[in-house]
C-alpha cells in the first residue's frame, strides 16, 4: 500500500526549529536589557543635566541682582526644586516672572519625581539635605552602573 505525501513535520524538524528558536531568543534578551538600561541612563543624564543647569542659571539671576536681595543662608541658590518650576518674580517695575524648568524630571530608576538634594553647605558625598538651599541633586536609586558607580553619585 502507497502512502500519500503526508504534510507536517517530523519530530525532529520541531526539535531542530524549537532549539534555534530558543538559541536565538537567549543571544537576545541580554542585548534587549542593555539597551533599556543604556536608554535609562541617557534619560538620568539628561534629567540631571537640566536640573543642574537650571539651578545654575537661577545662581546667575540670584549673583545678578534681578530677584532684589538674597534670602540669607541661600547664597543665591533656589531654597527648593519647586521653585525653580514654580517661577521667582523679578525686581523691576514690571510684575515678570522667571520660570527655569517646566516640571521636575522623572528619575528613570525610580520612577519618581523626587531626587535627592544636597545645599551648598552640605558635605559633596552626603545624603541629607541641610535645607538651606539647593546645589546639587542625585538620583535616589541604589542600583550600580556597568562599571560599578553607583547611579546616586552621578
Known sequence: MKRRNQRGLT????????????????????LARAKVRA???????????????AIDRYKDYADA??????????????????QL????????????????LRRIPRDPFTGKAEWGERSDQDDPESTSW???NVFDVYSKTSEKAPDGTCYCTW
Not at 541682582?65 to 519647586?82: C, I
Open 85 to 100: 518650576v514654580e517661577g521667582v518674580k523679578l525686581s523691576g517695575p514690571k510684575d515678570q516672572k522667571r520660570v527655569f
Open 11 to 30: 519530530l525532529v524538524e520541531l526539535i531542530v526549529a524549537f532549539t534555534i528558536m530558543l538559541i536565538l531568543t537567549a543571544m537576545a534578551v541580554p
Open 130 to 132: 541641610g535645607g538651606q
Open 39 to 53: 536608554e535609562r541612563e541617557r534619560e538620568l543624564r539628561r534629567a540631571l543635566d537640566d536640573m543642574r543647569y
Open 65 to 82: 541682582g534681578a530677584f532684589g536681595p538674597l534670602k540669607q543662608g541661600t547664597n543665591g541658590y533656589p531654597e527648593t526644586l519647586d
